[in-house]
């Protein structure tokens, strides 16, 4: 292909549309500088000619274009231009300050050598010569970024000016030199010292994430073997407030993100495949509610499983996220914050608010960093053992091995500690680059969506637990003037409320779909925290696990006896770890025992009962769930469904339990566990896919034939009438709320429903062969 054939084809494709969107010049009211180019490049507020003398305003040499340009993986609005001078004229506001970007085309770049772009300005009350403010330049042969550059305008304050944007294409054919081939986003000039009308009640939001990050690995959360994380503590914690308690949805990346996204659990949005994870289309993210609300919008997201096609750049304006490689998991918080540092220098003293998504992929594996000295953890420098900073994966998967446990685990932590340092720094550096007035008017969240094990329960790195090193998280906020300074918050707090509580804190109403709620209350101090408990689940393949935690009081349940054969070695292996360490059943008081070491081997049946709802609203099938069974008694009988089932599953069954599933009629055989370590455990069986009612029910207690009051059906926990039982009056859109306080006074011995999804937001079930790629690229599916 020519590069006139290549050429034609870029400009036609910008002029047909398929680059799409916009940028800016932001800047004063009533004589300040107070333009935005691109909705006067769509109204055609500008000149193609030279403006008369004495009138202020844009000039561009031939029609410019709204695009979005995407270079070195950030998509940005740009306005297009030809490479010949563009203008603005106008008088320059206090303190302003020019932010430019700038890029040529990436189809240009075949036959373009070189770019080089110049920003001058002239002064036009005193006559003088023109200034250079800020030259750009790049080469073919350079890796590909966006080229962004600052000059101070200071010294031309109150002053009418010239500033003249220019730029050369080496290379380029004579034929396509009028062609809008450079890409000019943002440009902003901004005056820091001006007053913001808006800034009553709409804060400019940055919400910072530390991928990976367990609270009590940072300084805010008292840690003391090393000094983690000085940075958040000077900037948000001294500043802000510590949320003590804040738990996330799921332990890995994925199901947790598009939970915090979106205020709702993860398991009622997601199917069963890790493939179809993202962000559903009926759901409403938090940055298109920002959007919406008149918010400018970057997202800027450092590991490769958040990509575009995923749902999670909806909202977004600019957006940055990187490719499908497991090279990318090395590059650090140095690389993101190339990107993320221009935007909030280009768009933080603006009329419009902002919302920025920085998420940090540091500390994930592998755990190295530039600070690492001589190879070796920068904490622990004079380790001589064998293990690298790329072990992890390895240890995880069972084919290295620790030759000195003693010696090599603190080694593996230190390692961890020392990417947590690395990551506090650019977090540090990105809060410097907001101006001080511009900072105290922000509304900053710091948190990360899940932690890391470091073999505290026998495991490594995440996804395969629920314990508090994989789902108690850090969450700190500052919001100067609002969120006190130095505060600790108690109370349990779930990362699915921060989509409420900052939409409430932009001036958006609530969604009664929202599963979060509202924390700006108990953030201002005006009432104390909600109390609410928290839910997370594994959401990672293999058999159900799921949490809740409340009041200082925390549930786990294992379901042990749920058939899994593993796919692949490493399947194999962890599922092998996870049969040693966790138990079917585990209950800790983390007031005394934060490390979850003396499990208290019984139930309690609220959180019992927070996870009974949650997974009742999230497991379709037909249940079949005993209903207070005495210690020692057996439930045994079947039930003859219209239609054959898919299969079964069991749901924290016990091993003495038994079920047997032959056609349409599944047999079962459970037995009663009320003076045993579950014995106020929920069990039962789900059977999958649609049976459509239930024909024949035979069931009987220690031999003794059930009643038909001994069973109920439905949403409501109807008695049953004896006969057949209709697919419309088994269904029920949760887990039926009768479970009854005295268990020796209970009537009912049985409980029979279907999940009814009619409701429910349709739930992201389409595989994306990007999104399973990246899974298989960085190891979590075989």
């Known amino acids: 292909m020519t590069w006139s054939d290549l050429a034609r084809r870029a400009i036609l494709g910008c002029l047909c549309g398929l680059l799409l969107l916009a940028v800016c010049i932001v800047g004063c009211r009533r004589g300040e500088l107070g333009l935005s180019l691109y909705p006067l490049v769509q109204a055609k507020a500008y000149t193609v000619t030279a403006r008369p003398a004495g009138v202020d305003g844009l000039t561009f040499p031939r029609a410019p274009e709204a695009v979005t340009v995407e270079v070195d993986h950030e998509r940005r609005p740009a306005v297009l231009a030809a490479a010949a001078p563009w203008r603005w004229r106008g008088r320059v506001p206090p303190d302003a300050v020019l932010h430019i970007g700038v890029q040529a085309l990436p189809a240009a770049w075949q036959a373009v050598h070189a770019l080089e772009a110049v920003v001058t300005v002239h002064d036009e009350e005193d006559g003088r010569e023109r200034e250079v403010l800020a030259v750009a330049r790049i080469r073919r042969r350079d890796p590909p970024c966006w080229l962004d550059v600052g000059a101070d305008l200071g010294r031309y304050a109150g002053r009418r000016v010239t500033i003249e944007f220019a730029a050369s294409l080496s290379g380029l054919p004579a034929a396509y030199r009028d062609a809008n081939l450079v890409?000019?986003?943002?440009?902003?000039?901004?005056?820091?010292?001006?007053?913001?009308?808006?800034?009553?009640?709409?804060?400019?939001?940055?919400?910072?994430?530390?991928?990976?990050?367990?609270?009590?690995?940072?300084?805010?959360?008292?840690?003391?073997?090393?000094?983690?994380?000085?940075?958040?503590?000077?900037?948000?914690?001294?500043?802000?407030?510590?949320?003590?308690?804040?738990?996330?949805?799921?332990?890995?990346?994925?199901?947790?993100?598009?939970?915090?996204?979106?205020?709702?659990?993860?398991?009622?949005?997601?199917?069963?495949?890790?493939?179809?994870?993202?962000?559903p289309d009926a759901v409403q993210p938090l940055a298109e509610r920002l959007q919406a609300l008149g918010y400018q919008t970057g997202g800027f997201v450092a590991n490769p499983l958040l990509h575009a096609g995923a749902g999670f750049e909806r909202g977004f304006r600019t957006f940055f996220a990187p490719p499908a490689e497991v090279e990318w998991l090395r590059k650090h918080a140095d690389d993101l914050n190339r990107h993320a540092?221009?935007?909030?220098?280009?768009?933080?003293?603006?009329?419009?608010?902002?919302?920025?998504?920085?998420?940090?992929?540091?500390?994930?594996?592998?755990?190295?960093?530039?600070?690492?000295?001589?190879?070796?953890?920068?904490?622990?420098?004079?380790?001589?053992?064998?293990?690298?900073?790329?072990?992890?994966?390895?240890?995880?998967?069972?084919?290295?091995?620790?030759?000195?446990?003693?010696?090599?685990?603190?080694?593996?932590?230190?390692?961890?500690?020392?990417?947590?340092?690395?990551?506090?720094?650019?977090?540090?550096?990105?809060?410097?680059?907001?101006?001080?007035?511009?900072?105290?008017?922000?509304?900053?969240?710091?948190?990360?969506?899940?932690?890391?094990?470091?073999?505290?329960?026998?495991?490594?790195?995440?996804?395969?637990?629920?314990?508090?090193?994989?789902?108690?998280?850090?969450?700190?906020?500052?919001?100067?003037?609002?969120?006190?300074?130095?505060?600790?918050?108690?109370?349990?707090?779930r990362l699915l409320d921060l989509a409420p509580t900052l939409v409430d804190a932009a001036g958006g109403k609530a969604d009664p779909g929202w599963q979060g709620v509202d924390l700006l209350p108990a953030l201002t101090g005006r009432e104390p925290p909600p109390r609410r408990p928290a839910f997370a689940e594994g959401m990672s393949g293999g058999p159900l696990r799921a949490a809740a935690v409340l009041d200082g009081r925390k549930l786990i349940l294992f379901n042990r006896e749920e058939p899994f054969h593993p796919t692949d070695e490493l399947q194999e292996h962890l599922w092998r770890v996870d049969l040693a360490r966790m138990q079917r059943t585990e209950l800790y008081d983390l007031a005394s025992d934060p490390g979850e070491h003396h499990n208290a081997s019984t139930v309690d049946p609220p959180l019992d009962q927070v996870i009974d709802r949650q997974l009742g609203r999230e497991l379709p099938g037909l249940w079949l769930v005993p209903a207070a069974l005495p210690a020692g008694g057996r439930l045994s009988g079947s039930i003859v469904c219209a239609r054959a089932p898919q299969g079964w599953a069991p749901y924290f069954l016990g091993p003495g339990d038994r079920v047997e599933l032959a056609g349409t009629r599944l047999r079962f055989d459970l037995a009663g566990e009320g003076a045993g370590p579950a014995g106020d455990l929920e069990k039962g069986v789900r059977l999958l896919g649609d049976c459509g009612g239930i024909s024949v029910v035979e069931a009987s207690l220690d031999g003794r034939p059930l009643a038909p009051g001994d069973v109920r059906i439905g949403a409501g926990a109807a008695p049953w009438s004896g006969g057949p039982i209709a697919a419309a009056a088994l269904r029920s859109p949760s887990w039926p709320n009768d479970r009854p306080a005295d268990r020796a006074a209970a009537t009912a011995r049985l409980r029979l429903w279907a999940l009814d999804e009619s409701g429910a937001v349709e739930r992201r079930r389409t595989v994306d062969p990007e999104t399973e790629r990246r899974l298989r690229t960085l190891g979590y599916i075989h």
């Not at 650019?426 to 890391?452: C, I, Q």
Request: charged share 20%.
């Open 183 to 279: 890409a000019w986003g943002p440009v902003t000039l901004q005056s820091a010292g001006r007053q913001r009308t808006r800034r009553a009640s709409r804060p400019n939001i940055l919400f910072i994430l530390v991928d990976t990050l367990r609270a009590d690995h940072t300084t805010p959360y008292g840690y003391k073997v090393h000094d983690t994380t000085p940075e958040v503590q000077r900037w948000l914690a001294d500043r802000g407030t510590v949320v003590e308690h804040a738990y996330s949805q799921a332990p890995w990346t994925l199901p947790s993100v598009v939970s915090l996204l979106t205020g709702r659990h993860p398991g009622e949005l997601l199917g069963a495949d890790l493939a179809a994870f993202g962000i």
């Open 341 to 493: 540092v221009p935007w909030l220098r280009a768009y933080q003293d603006q009329d419009r608010p902002f919302f920025a998504y920085v998420h940090y992929v540091d500390p994930h594996d592998p755990y190295e960093n530039p600070d690492m000295i001589g190879g070796r953890a920068q904490f622990m420098p004079d380790y001589t053992g064998p293990i690298g900073s790329d072990w992890i994966h390895g240890i995880y998967a069972g084919k290295l091995q620790l030759s000195d446990p003693a010696r090599d685990i603190p080694y593996i932590r230190a390692l961890y500690d020392g990417e947590v340092h690395y990551v506090d720094r650019y977090v540090g550096e990105l809060l410097a680059a907001l101006d001080p007035e511009v900072l105290a008017d922000t509304l900053v969240v710091l948190t990360a969506d899940h932690g890391e094990e470091l073999y505290d329960h026998g495991g490594w790195k995440h996804g395969q637990s629920l314990y508090e090193e994989q789902i108690h998280v850090p969450l700190v906020v500052r919001w100067d003037g609002h969120v006190p300074a130095g505060k600790r918050l108690g109370g349990t707090v």
